[in-house]
């Protein structure tokens, strides 16, 4: 299983970024998906959670009406839309795998793959 993760840069402040996670290895379809992220010195964060058919999501309130979660199963891949992006929106962001049926979960201890990260820096 492979989740690879891209999109991340350096972006400013009010910028916008799309991070994309391509699966492989894996039926996309029986995951839920997942996105946390990871500041310097912090401990890692829920960020947004899309159920396998995309027909439910969850965001952090941080980051609820800014960031969008989507997924594309016959593409194989999941999204982040990021907007509005502020200082605090730094770190490594990491997407995650869920084979956990039922209702997303906010808890990185609920995912079974992870991919390898990506920075996204917000300056000014």
Do not use: H
């Amino acid at each position: 299983v492979q989740l690879q993760v891209s999109g991340g840069g350096l972006v400013q402040t009010g910028g916008s970024l799309r991070l994309t996670c391509a699966a492989s290895g894996l039926t996309l379809s029986r995951y839920n998906m997942g996105w946390f992220r990871q500041a310097p010195g912090s401990e890692r964060e829920f960020v947004a959670a899309i159920n396998w058919s995309g027909g439910s999501t969850a965001y952090a309130d941080a980051v609820k009406g800014r960031f969008t979660i989507s997924r594309n199963n016959a593409e194989k891949t999941v999204s982040l839309q990021m907007k509005s992006l502020n200082f605090d929106d730094t770190a490594i962001y990491y997407c995650a795998a869920d084979a956990t049926p039922g209702r997303v979960n906010v808890g990185a201890r609920e995912y079974d793959y992870w991919g390898q990260g990506t920075l996204v820096t917000v300056s000014s």
